[in-house]
């Protein structure tokens, strides 16, 4: 077991990487995601586990559009997926508890990375500074 068994990806995408913002599957300007089809509504904020990076997508995808998953099965929330923000992350050391505590050797992440294993640290605050970086903590929304 690695982190790439939860998908684990550092911060490519810096503060979005995780979110539908940065996903290939998000189609901005209608507000949806390929995946979930029209009639799902989606913001930039939003993040399941079928994130793909490189997004959003053009416009000219829509003929792609489906319905393949529903929120439920996808994960679907609405919550700012980094580690900064997850419980498990322990910004003094920036490591992965969960990844320390599953015996995975290299545990270190990034505070801007993010994996299919978070969670939210504290629901309800709104805004703190943690390591110079801005997070965003809302009640965690799920679908
Ligand atoms: S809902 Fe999932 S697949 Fe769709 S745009 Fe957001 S992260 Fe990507
Ligand atoms: S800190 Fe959270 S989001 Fe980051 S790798 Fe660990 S479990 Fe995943």
Request: charged share 30%; aromatic share 6%; net charge positive.
């Amino acid at each position: 077991m690695d982190k790439s068994t939860f998908l684990y990806t550092p911060g490519k995408d810096g503060k979005d990487t995780g979110n539908c913002r940065s996903c290939k599957m998000f189609l901005k300007q209608h507000g949806i995601c390929s995946l979930h089809g029209p009639k799902v509504k989606i913001n930039g904020g939003m993040s399941c586990g079928l994130w793909v990076t490189g997004g959003p997508a053009v416009e000219s995808e829509m003929e792609h559009v489906s319905v393949a998953v529903t929120p439920k099965e996808s994960g679907l929330i609405e919550a700012e997926v980094r580690c900064v923000n997850c419980e498990y992350y322990k910004d003094s050391k920036k490591e992965c508890l969960l990844f320390e505590i599953l015996g995975i050797e290299d545990h270190t992440v990034e505070a801007n990375g993010c994996c299919n294993a978070w969670h939210a640290e504290k629901e309800g605050k709104k805004e703190e500074k943690k390591e110079g970086i801005k997070r965003t903590l809302r009640p965690l929304k799920k679908f």
